[in-house]
């Protein structure tokens, strides 16, 4: 089975600690004692409202991994097995994969499966519900290595399998497994497989879309929040809903904005009514219309240092934005005193600088002079000077501001964690 991509977004937080786990076709851990297994009577037809709980979760778990094992617990009910089993990864090399699973004698189980590569099921047709029993005899499977070593001392002698293809090319597992004592699988979950495969990937589409989403997010607001942007959200109410890292420390400062009662608010009775009055006209902006409004000014911090400048800007709804808490401001904030130092190493490698005439660059983008700059590193003038001839050389510029425009506007900033 292919690696999956998926694996590496959607279930990347996946606490398996707190979770049964099984990888492959079987459960992994230490033996368990013989339990009743429920077993289902061939004959009964899955219910409407059986296969509408299976559906269901599905879907919950398409926004939540941790959901992924409720979804599994139904379906090893459903099948009458002992464990049910998604493979978000397969076994390959020095890749322990990562399977997740509902168990009903276990609760404590490892995620990988050491002899994974030797199970017959492995490249089975994708999107077809197969048995163990259509790929190898009953004889060769009590002789099989994956069955005498591993198998075996975990009570699976049974196994329904189907091998699932995303949109991205990306292929899961979706296993159900019973012990010798109970009946094989048959056409009645074969049948049911194959109901919910297209749910599951569907499901499984959309997880791994979401999960890509907030990746991206993610990334996007610790790109803004580095570069000293602070993003401030509020809802269809003026509250403030949501703020970024760079937000939160300038509004904990309490340097000229601050959050009171919910609201955002400027510290000078006169800033704060034009505030207002900026945020009053994004939120009474026409909620019909797909037009950006966006208006700024100058707020006053008592500590004296420069001005923040603020943008407020509306934020336009779609046709399903409702509810509660509704995104409808941003508020951005630039801190322009703000002297995050970029990793001296990533300025390094992008400059082709020393590592000393690294550090002098850096305490010249944050605004201090050669002479300044010179006592905060400990080194002679001449030195300085010395290294920012070197820089100049090195980087093509021709004077002091044009050095400083160049690393404020580089990617090095962006390296901050």
Same mark, same amino acid.
């Given at each position: 089975?292919?690696?999956?991509?998926?694996?590496?977004?959607?279930?990347?937080?996946?606490?398996?600690?707190? !979770?049964?786990? +099984?990888?492959?076709?079987?459960?992994?851990?230490?033996?368990?004692?013989?339990?009743?297994?429920?077993?289902?009577?061939?004959?009964?037809?899955?219910?409407?409202?059986?296969?509408?709980?299976?559906?269901?979760?599905?879907?919950?778990?398409?926004?939540?991994?941790?959901?992924?094992?409720?979804?599994?617990?139904?379906?090893? +009910?459903?099948?009458?097995?002992?464990?049910?089993?998604?493979?978000?990864?397969?076994? $390959?090399?020095?890749? &322990?994969?990562?399977?997740? %699973?509902?168990?009903?004698?276990?609760?404590?189980?490892?995620?990988?499966?050491?002899?994974?590569?030797?199970?017959?099921?492995?490249?089975?047709?994708?999107?077809?519900?197969?048995?163990?029993?259509?790929?190898?005899?009953?004889?060769?499977?009590?002789?099989?290595?994956?069955?005498?070593?591993?198998?075996?001392?975990?009570?699976?002698?049974?196994?329904?399998?189907?091998? &699932?293809?995303?949109?991205?090319?990306?292929?899961?597992?979706?296993?159900?497994?019973?012990?010798?004592?109970?009946?094989?699988?048959?056409?009645?979950?074969?049948?049911?497989? @194959?109901?919910?495969?297209?749910?599951?990937? *569907?499901?499984?589409? $959309?997880?791994?879309?979401?999960?890509?989403?907030?990746?991206?997010? %993610?990334?996007?607001?610790?790109? @803004?929040?580095?570069?000293?942007?602070?993003?401030?959200?509020?809802?269809?109410?003026?509250?403030?809903?949501?703020?970024?890292?760079?937000?939160?420390?300038?509004?904990? %400062?309490?340097?000229?904005?601050?959050?009171?009662?919910?609201?955002?608010?400027?510290?000078?009775?006169?800033?704060?009514?034009?505030?207002?009055?900026?945020?009053?006209?994004?939120?009474?902006?026409? !909620?019909?219309?797909?037009?950006?409004?966006?208006?700024?000014?100058?707020?006053?911090?008592?500590?004296?240092?420069?001005?923040?400048?603020?943008?407020?800007?509306?934020? %336009?709804?779609?046709?399903?934005?409702?509810?509660?808490?509704?995104?409808?401001?941003?508020?951005?904030?630039?801190?322009?005193?703000?002297?995050?130092?970029?990793?001296?190493?990533?300025?390094? !490698?992008?400059?082709?600088? @020393?590592?000393?005439?690294?550090?002098?660059?850096?305490?010249?983008?944050?605004?201090?002079?050669?002479?300044?700059?010179?006592?905060?590193?400990?080194?002679?003038?001449?030195?300085?000077?010395?290294?920012?001839?070197?820089?100049?050389?090195?980087?093509? +510029?021709?004077?002091?501001?044009?050095?400083? *425009?160049?690393?404020?506007?580089? +990617?090095?900033?962006?390296?901050?964690?």
């Amino acid at each position: 089975m292919a690696e999956s991509a998926f694996s590496k977004t959607g279930f990347s937080t996946y606490k398996t600690s707190a !979770q049964d786990c +099984v990888l492959k076709d079987v459960p992994v851990g230490g033996v368990a004692p013989s339990q009743p297994v429920e077993l289902l009577d061939p004959d009964l037809e899955i219910s409407t409202e059986n296969f509408s709980q299976l559906v269901g979760a599905l879907y919950l778990a398409a926004t939540d991994a941790e959901a992924w094992k409720s979804f599994l617990e139904l379906l090893r +009910v459903q099948t009458g097995g002992n464990y049910g089993s998604l493979i978000v990864r397969d076994t $390959m090399g020095d890749n &322990i994969g990562l399977v997740i %699973s509902a168990a009903s004698t276990r609760k404590a189980l490892l995620a990988h499966d050491p002899y994974g590569y030797c199970s017959p099921l492995r490249g089975i047709p994708l999107d077809t519900a197969v048995t163990l029993a259509e790929r190898i005899s009953e004889r060769e499977w009590r002789t099989c290595r994956y069955y005498t070593e591993w198998c075996k001392h975990v009570e699976v002698f049974h196994i329904l399998a189907i091998d &699932i293809e995303t949109e991205d090319g990306c292929c899961y597992g979706l296993r159900a497994t019973r012990p010798e004592q109970a009946e094989p699988f048959g056409a009645r979950e074969k049948a049911l497989m @194959t109901l919910l495969l297209p749910h599951i990937k *569907r499901a499984l589409n $959309m997880h791994l879309a979401l999960n890509r989403d907030r990746q991206l997010i %993610s990334l996007y607001g610790r790109a @803004t929040a580095q570069l000293m942007v602070g993003v401030v959200i509020l809802d269809q109410n003026g509250m403030v809903i949501e703020s970024n890292p760079a937000a939160t420390t300038i509004l904990n %400062s309490g340097d000229g904005l601050r959050v009171k009662n919910g609201e955002l608010e400027a510290a000078y009775a006169n800033d704060n009514r034009k505030l207002q009055r900026l945020i009053k006209d994004a939120l009474m902006h026409p !909620q019909d219309t797909q037009r950006v409004m966006t208006e700024g000014m100058s707020v006053g911090r008592q500590s004296g240092q420069l001005n923040w400048g603020v943008v407020v800007q509306n934020i %336009s709804p779609d046709d399903w934005t409702e509810g509660k808490q509704r995104p409808s401001v941003a508020v951005f904030v630039r801190d322009t005193t703000g002297r995050p130092d970029p990793p001296v190493k990533l300025a390094q !490698q992008l400059f082709q600088l @020393t590592p000393a005439e690294t550090s002098l660059a850096i305490q010249l983008a944050n605004g201090l002079s050669l002479e300044e700059a010179a006592q905060t590193l400990n080194i002679r003038p001449n030195t300085a000077r010395a290294h920012l001839r070197s820089i100049f050389s090195k980087t093509g +510029v021709r004077r002091q501001t044009e050095l400083v *425009r160049l690393f404020l506007n580089s +990617v090095a900033w962006l390296g901050n964690h």
